[in-house]
């Protein structure tokens, strides 16, 4: 597609339960970034893949969200147990990388809204 | 205190007024500063991209950087109703590092027709 593609794009969920977000970034983006945006904030990073791994998983607020991105583009936030303070809307992004190692440029999805009840 | 700090608003103004939104800042290393926007319930898009001190324009956007007192501006000319969004500073010490992006919380313009 022309840009980030993020589905679903809402999510009500229970307490407790699981919940999977994924990401579609733009063909040929080797950069990919989650973010979260709560109501009436900026957004935060969680995670930035180069390639297929995690090159800074460091704003990943705790070992209930996890994120992968197997085959280097299509890319899931998994959230486990989650709770009443994950629901927020999960931005994802993609840039592409110069040849020292340098990202562009990031464009952002929709976004995932996700309320947990 | 946040690192960056962004008066919320909401700011109305009258279709063509001049529009200044401001962030102000703690962290020294921010280099690279940029405005983004965001559109209601859509993704933030870059709108201005500048390094260190100084001024930068495009069309009817300046963006404004003043390190030494930690405060970075946007200006709109010639507002227009499309105009009316979230607008989100954002910072990084390095180069279009993307993991080190620092927003501010974003201020909320309207523009009256």
């Known amino acids: 597609g022309a840009g980030v593609s993020q589905t679903p794009s809402n999510k009500v969920t229970e307490k407790g339960k699981y919940v999977e977000l994924r990401c579609d970034p733009i063909?040929?983006?080797?950069?990919l970034y989650w973010y979260r945006q709560s109501l009436g904030q900026g957004p935060e990073f969680l995670i930035y893949f180069q390639g297929t791994g995690a090159a800074d998983d460091s704003g990943l607020p705790n070992d209930r969200f996890f994120a992968v991105r197997p085959e280097g583009s299509v890319s899931t936030l998994k959230i486990q147990r989650t709770e009443r303070g994950d629901s927020a809307v999960y931005l994802c992004a993609s840039s592409l990388t110069g040849p020292l190692g340098d990202t562009g440029e990031l464009f952002f999805g929709e976004g995932s809204r996700l309320t947990v009840l | 205190q946040k690192e960056v700090e962004q008066d919320p608003g909401p700011l109305s103004v009258p279709e063509g007024a001049i529009v200044s939104l401001n962030c102000t800042y703690s962290?020294?290393?921010?280099?690279?500063f940029m405005w983004y926007r965001q559109y209601s319930r859509k993704g933030p898009e870059l709108l201005m991209y500048t390094y260190s001190s100084g001024n930068k324009e495009d069309g009817r956007f300046t963006a404004q950087v003043d390190k030494s007192s930690k405060y970075i501006s946007l200006f709109i000319r010639d507002s227009q109703p499309s105009d009316s969004a979230t607008y989100l500073c954002?910072?990084?010490?390095?180069?279009?590092?993307?993991?080190?992006?620092?927003f501010g919380g974003g201020t909320r313009l309207m523009v009256k027709p």
């Open positions: 063909s040929g983006h080797t950069a």
């Open positions: 962290n020294s290393a921010f280099q690279y």
């Open positions: 954002a910072m990084s010490p390095n180069n279009n590092a993307g993991n080190m992006l620092t």
